[in-house]
C-alpha cells in the first residue's frame, strides 16, 4: 500500500541525547514536511523539502536538523540543542493541493 | 504573519448538525484547508477551498468568505465517530506555509 511510515510510533531521549525520526513515503511526492504538535496546539512547521538534497527551515527550526539524499526519505534528528522536545512529530508529504501525514512518532524526554 | 483563529472546544448532539468556525488573516491567501484528527493520531484531509461558497462532500461541507477572512465547516448527521479534533489550516502564496490553528476538539454526545 502506498503512504507515508514513521517510525519509531514511540521514542524516549535521555537529556543531551540525540535521536532521529525516520520517515518513508512510496507515493512519489516531491515535496517533504515535519511538523511539531504540542497538546492543544495547532501544527508547527520545523523543515520542508521541495525536491531531493534541498530543504528549507521553517517556523521552528531551532534544535531540528534534516537530510534529503532520497526521494522517499526525509529523517528528522532532534539534537540536545532542542531544549523541550516532548511532543508529537508528524511527517508529511504533498501532491497538488493536497498535504498527506504519517502516523506520528512520539518523543518524550526522560 | 498569519492569525487563525477557531473556537477550542464544541459539543454536539448524535444526528444533529455542527458548524466550526475559521477567521484568519493573512498576509497571502492560496487556500484554506480542513483536517479531521482523532486523538493520537495523524490528520487526515477533509476540505480545500480556494474560492468563495460551499463545497459539499458527503456529509461534510466546507464554505469560504476571503472577503471576510472567515471559513465554516459544517457536519451533519452526526455520528460519534465525529469526535475528533478539526483543525482549519491557510495556505499563504507558496507550499512552504501551510499554517495551522490550534484545531477545535468537537465531542458528540449520545
Known amino acids: 500500500d502506498g503512504g507515508i511510515t514513521q517510525s519509531p510510533k514511540y521514542l524516549f531521549r535521555k537529556e543531551g541525547q540525540n535521536v532521529t525520526l525516520s520517515c518513508e513515503q512510496n507515493?512519489?511526492?516531491?515535496?517533504m514536511y515535519w511538523y511539531r504538535q504540542d497538546p492543544g496546539q495547532g501544527l508547527r512547521l520545523i523543515y520542508y523539502?521541495?525536491?531531493?538534497?534541498?530543504?528549507q527551515k521553517g517556523d521552528i527550526a531551532e534544535g531540528y536538523s534534516v537530510s534529503r539524499e532520497k526521494k522517499e526519505s526525509f529523517p528528522l534528528t532532534v539534537t540536545s540543542a532542542q531544549k523541550n522536545p516532548t511532543a508529537f512529530y508528524l511527517c508529511?508529504?504533498?501532491?497538488?493541493?493536497?498535504?498527506?501525514f504519517g502516523e506520528g512518532s512520539w518523543l518524550t524526554v526522560v | 504573519g498569519q492569525n487563525i483563529d477557531q473556537p477550542t472546544e464544541m459539543t454536539a448532539t448524535e444526528g444533529a448538525i455542527v458548524q466550526i468556525n475559521c477567521t484568519y488573516q493573512?498576509?497571502?491567501?492560496?487556500?484554506l484547508f480542513w483536517y479531521q484528527q482523532h486523538a493520537g493520531e495523524a490528520p487526515t484531509f477533509l476540505s480545500y477551498?480556494?474560492?468563495?461558497g460551499l463545497e459539499e462532500k458527503g456529509r461534510f461541507s466546507s464554505f469560504l468568505s476571503r472577503s471576510k477572512g472567515y471559513s465554516y465547516l459544517l457536519l451533519k448527521e452526526l455520528q460519534m465517530k465525529d469526535s475528533a479534533s478539526y483543525l482549519c489550516?491557510?495556505?499563504?502564496?507558496?507550499?512552504?506555509?501551510?499554517?495551522f490553528g490550534k484545531g477545535t476538539s468537537l465531542l458528540v454526545t449520545p
Open positions: 508529511a508529504s504533498r501532491t497538488g493541493n493536497t498535504i498527506y
Open positions: 507515493l512519489n511526492h516531491d515535496a
Open positions: 523539502s521541495q525536491i531531493v538534497n534541498d530543504f
Open positions: 493573512t498576509s497571502g491567501f492560496n487556500g
Open positions: 477551498n480556494v474560492l468563495d
Open positions: 489550516a491557510v495556505r499563504d502564496g507558496s507550499w512552504y506555509a501551510l499554517n
